[in-house]
């Protein structure tokens, strides 16, 4: 990536200002390629629904023939026993040809929603941490749920109600035009052109509401998650009721918008039937006209009836299906616009491969700020040959896991440069850097599943062995065998259901288990107690060996052994050198050093104070 290319910036996909111009249908545009992959899945489903439709209108052209037949001048029994037998065969038609349609078009509907949650899905993960810092997950998880239900909403309406109305209404308008005069085929279209105007406003009115419903929606289901997910937070400070009332804040202004989008469809519906029902009475006036005059038979009353039914039930629809249609079109188009938020780091065209095996490390005056107005390193050169340990030490804030999280190219460089074997970092593939770095979080977060698969993930073609083996190395192996489903525990949300140590230990076995050429620990013994954590750390100074390892740490007698110490404060390095040397120059260093020695002495002394007396047998009785 360039340098001084600015950050992009987490855009959130929610309604846009009043007024702004809105392109929703960009989204059956965004589709056309899915369709296309079966364009003969559609041509076939096309043929069945016009077939369904011709079948459909068919019904009241033989039912007029039928009911004609049966008048007393013209009764033959041959006749309507055979027009009978069409009638139904026609009936059987319209339902054989509609369920084969929905069998063929099924799987062009589902690959559809598949391939297009997938790329939303890998687009997400693709994105910088930046944006997952400031997402709402809530939000953004009901907004792809919504969008892949929209994709198949979008694709069943436009296909199989828009294009089955447009053909049917056609195929009325010319046998009214063809049998009966003029004012039949003229009071059906103004009553269709009225219907479809009505229809249209009001609907277009009442999406406003539903936009509204949609993001009282979103911002509830936020609200929820974020606060189960800090389900112990809100113990801790006996909150449940004030999230509660946060939550039910949300729901009061969606139960507010529901009962207004419930009296909107009212009037909506009362509208259309207030059409169709003049019109239907003009119809069949005239109708009942032409038959007192001789002009018409009861069959053609009939069939004027029959078509009438035909044409207004799908129109009846239409208010649903073109509300519905808008509504896909939102959800999708909300979807989508997950698609264009940047990808504030990319690989450059033509990115090279990082290559197998030892690794060095050199930062390179490197500054940079997560917020411009906020500058977090300044000027930090420092080197890592090669299978060396280099550790990094501070008081919180100076920027330590920072380093950690640039290394990873999790954001870029504000100024200078990082290098990997002399490589500028951000000419490698993003995927090749992360798979040679294996971490050690402070803050480890664990897949809702079980103990093994979380160790696994360091690796997930390694065998089962090599998970226990890695398990062993990290010492958790006795405690996983010491529980009633060992391996196959399951470690609950984000890990809540091991101590801060156990979780640690799993992510220590899971990097060990990644075996990469450069290890980085941050704070990776920070949630161990003192005798613990001595094992571990003899364990991660064995698993260093040979491997190039950054440590981040506040504890200093975790980095005695370090090749060179980092002492970082405000984002500068102030001092460097090896442990005796720092102690001998007596900086900062020493000083942090004399603290914690201190702060270990009380400590101990404290513990002493407390340590009940050993219990001794009772006396024997005589």
Do not use: C
């Amino acid at each position: 990536m360039a340098h001084g290319r600015r950050a992009a910036s987490y855009v959130d996909p929610g309604p846009q200002a009043p007024g702004a111009p809105r392109n929703e249908w960009r989204a059956v545009g965004m589709l056309l390629p899915y369709l296309w992959e079966y364009k003969w899945r559609v041509l076939i489903a096309l043929v069945f629904l016009a077939s369904a439709k011709v079948a459909n209108v068919g019904v009241p052209l033989v039912l007029k023939s039928v009911v004609d037949a049966l008048t007393p001048e013209q009764q033959v029994l041959a006749l309507p026993l055979a027009l009978l037998v069409a009638y139904g065969a026609l009936r059987l038609s319209t339902v054989l040809f509609a369920e084969l349609r929905d069998v063929v078009f099924v799987r062009v509907t589902q690959r559809a929603i598949r391939r297009v949650a997938l790329t939303v899905f890998r687009h997400l993960h693709s994105l910088s941490l930046r944006f997952h810092l400031e997402r709402q997950t809530g939000g953004v998880s009901r907004d792809i749920e919504r969008g892949t239900r929209g994709i198949s909403t979008l694709l069943s309406f436009m296909l199989f109600s828009i294009i089955p109305v447009i053909l049917e209404f056609s195929l009325v308008a010319v046998v009214l035009l063809t049998r009966f005069d003029w004012r039949f085929a003229a009071i059906t279209f103004i009553a269709v052109a009225i219907y479809i105007v009505v229809t249209f406003s009001v609907t277009e009115w009442r999406m406003g509401i539903r936009r509204q419903l949609n993001e009282l929606d979103s911002t509830a289901n936020t609200r929820a998650v974020d606060s189960l997910i800090n389900y112990e937070t809100v113990k801790y400070f006996n909150n449940e009721e004030y999230e509660a009332r946060r939550y039910d804040e949300n729901l009061r202004n969606y139960e507010s918008a529901a009962v207004t989008n419930e009296v909107s469809l009212g009037l909506l519906n009362v509208g259309q039937s207030s059409v169709i029902a003049v019109a239907v009475t003009l119809l069949m006036i005239l109708a009942a006209e032409g038959v007192v005059n001789k002009t018409l038979t009861l069959g053609d009353l009939v069939l004027i009836n029959g078509l009438l039914i035909q044409l207004y039930i799908p129109l009846n629809f239409l208010g649903m299906v073109y509300r519905e249609i808008k509504q896909a079109l939102i959800d999708t188009d909300r979807m989508f616009r997950l698609l264009e938020q940047n990808r504030e780091i990319e690989d450059r065209p033509g990115a090279a491969s990082m290559v197998a095996g030892s690794a060095s490390i050199r930062f390179e005056h490197v500054d940079f700020s997560y917020d411009p107005k906020r500058q977090i390193l300044f000027d930090v050169s420092f080197d890592v040959p090669a299978g060396s340990k280099v550790a990094v030490v501070g008081h919180s804030g100076a920027g330590k896991s920072t380093l950690a999280r640039l290394l990873y190219r999790f954001y870029d460089v504000g100024g200078g440069a990082i290098l990997i074997n002399g490589s500028d970092i951000r000419a490698l593939k993003q995927g090749s850097l992360r798979g040679a770095i294996g971490i050690v979080p402070q803050d480890t977060v664990l897949f809702n599943d079980t103990i093994y698969y979380n160790i696994q993930y360091g690796r997930p073609d390694a065998t089962r062995e090599e998970v226990i083996e890695a398990a062993r190395t990290a010492h958790i192996h006795d405690f996983v065998e010491s529980l009633p489903d060992k391996y196959e525990t399951r470690v609950g949300e984000r890990g809540l259901k091991l101590s801060g140590g156990e979780k640690q230990r799993v992510a220590i076995a899971r990097a060990i288990l990644k075996n990469p050429s450069i290890l980085i620990f941050d704070e990776a013994t920070s949630a161990l107690d003192s005798e613990t954590e001595k094992s571990i750390q003899e364990e991660l100074t064995r698993i260093a060996q040979g491997h190039t390892t950054l440590v981040v740490a506040h504890r200093l007698s975790t980095v005695m052994d370090a090749d060179q110490i980092l002492v970082l404060d405000a984002g500068r390095i102030i001092e460097r050198g090896r442990h005796r040397e720092l102690l001998d120059r007596g900086g900062a260093y020493a000083q942090m050093w004399t603290l914690q020695q201190r702060e270990k002495s009380q400590q101990s002394g404290a513990n002493a104070t407390v340590r009940p007396p050993i219990a001794t047998a009772p006396h024997a009785s005589p």
